[in-house]
């Protein structure tokens, strides 16, 4: 199954918390699991990725925790700001090489001061 | 910091017509992409591009689609025959490796057809 599963679909949380953002994968053969985030009016941009021999991945006050027996990845955005607020989108590529990413539905999130 | 430019920003066109999108990548990007977003869905994978022919196409891109970089610095995505469910936001995106990582994108092109 080529696709990814994302939740939720939008999120608030204030200034300061943990926003945690979940995915859920069905196809074993996924071997590269990026997070990308978009501000409005802006395409998607590469905030962090893990592979699957990695168990958590932190770059800044971002981090991937990836549970590969569950296939499953998550995105954890410690001290949340509000220019943090954009929509994250997981992916996956199936197998290594020109094969196209999957994206998952994607999340809005929301920092409140 | 280098980035990828799409061209227009906004394309509002009558169901039937043909549409061009245009993109600038990145200067030393090798691999071009097309993407669509439909309002509150996933990003979803239209072509990938690399050597002047199309790498990997979904089943989305069908016949009343093509791709095109007619110069060194412009890569197209023409619709040739406009749908009502072809309304989406249209995104390239370039990368300078073949693995799929590290994908740059424009800001998109909001497709409207009327």
């Known amino acids: 199954q080529q696709q990814v599963k994302q939740s939720p679909q939008s999120l608030i949380v204030q200034k300061g918390g943990i926003s945690i953002i979940n995915c859920a994968y069905e196809?074993?053969?996924?071997?590269?699991f990026p997070w990308y985030q978009q501000f409005p009016g802006k395409g998607p941009a590469l905030l962090i990725a893990i592979r699957p021999d990695v168990s958590e991945k932190k770059e800044g006050r971002f981090t991937i925790s990836f549970n590969k027996s569950a296939k499953q990845f998550s995105l954890h955005i410690m001290d949340s700001q509000p220019g943090d607020s954009a929509t994250y989108f997981c992916?996956?590529?199936?197998?290594?090489?020109?094969?196209?990413?999957?994206f998952g539905k994607g999340t809005r999130l929301s920092v409140i001061a | 910091e280098p980035e990828v430019t799409q061209t227009p920003s906004h394309q509002v066109t009558q169901m039937g017509q043909e549409v061009i999108l245009r993109c600038v990548p990145i200067s030393n990007h090798l691999y071009f992409y097309w993407y669509r977003q439909i309002l509150g869905q996933k990003v979803e994978f239209l072509v990938s591009f690399y050597n002047n022919e199309i790498s990997e196409k979904s089943e989305i891109f069908d016949d009343q689609f093509s791709v095109e970089r007619p110069d060194g610095s412009n890569f197209t995505l023409k619709i040739r025959s406009t749908k009502l469910e072809d309304s989406a936001m249209y995104f390239c995106?370039?990368?300078?490796?073949?693995?799929?990582?590290?994908?740059?994108f424009g800001s998109g092109t909001q497709l409207s057809v009327l």
């Open positions: 196809n074993t053969a996924f071997d590269y």
């Open positions: 992916a996956a590529r199936p197998n290594s090489g020109n094969t196209p990413l999957v």
């Open positions: 995106a370039s990368s300078r490796q073949a693995t799929n990582e590290k994908l740059f």
